[in-house]
């Protein structure tokens, strides 16, 4: 029998639990501000070999640690930045992922200079495949793979089929 899909998975839960509260509110949902896309990027590749559920309950505390994912701010973090957001135990201490983050937000704010936004980036870029967006991503972005591209947008809106047909959110 195969895993259920995050719909049905939401489905059972109750209206309290922070996966029902992510996937009604914001999951799928269009984002258009550039700092909560930074956000959505950062949050999807420090979930990558986690599970979901750790990466939600410490969202409050990524937020807190990058600077609430301001990405002027971000791009200015340095060595010491690093060092001290290695020794937060409230987020996941990767130094991978914390170097790619940083090194995101410098990367997007030259998309930013060259196309007046993020979005307008990605909405320049919005009828490709999954798999064209991939190579897109993986060209311009640390610690981005298929994956993580995948959930990245579908999550922000930005690539088909986030909820299943029958989700009650696609009513």
């Known amino acids: ?7 049905q998975y939401c489905r059972t839960l ?14 799928g949902k269009r984002v258009i501000c550039d700092n909560e896309l930074f956000e959505r990027l950062t949050l999807e590749i420090f979930q990558a070999g986690l599970s979901w559920d750790i990466i939600l309950k ?3 505390h990524f937020q807190e640690a990058f600077s609430k ?3 002027i701010q971000v791009a200015k973090f340095n060595q010491e930045h690093i060092e001290k957001l290695m020794l937060n135990k409230a987020i ?7 170097e790619a983050t940083i090194y995101n937000a410098r990367k997007m704010m030259q998309l930013k200079s060259e196309n007046g936004s993020f979005y307008n980036w990605l909405e320049d870029n919005r009828l490709k495949t999954l798999s064209e967006w ?3 991503l993986k060209k311009n972005f640390n610690f981005v793979g298929t994956e993580i591209a995948n ?10 089929g986030a909820h299943d047909e029958d989700c009650y959110l696609n009513n």
């Open 58 to 60: 410490k969202r409050s």
């Open 92 to 98: 996941v201490r990767n130094r991978k992922k914390i």
């Open 14 to 27: 109750e209206s309290t639990n922070i996966h029902k509260i992510y996937h009604d509110t914001e999951y």
């Open 69 to 71: 994912f301001q990405i």
């Open 151 to 160: 959930e990245f947008l579908k999550g922000a809106n930005l690539l088909d």
């Open 1 to 7: 029998m195969s895993k259920p899909s995050y719909c």
């Open 134 to 136: 991939t190579i897109l």
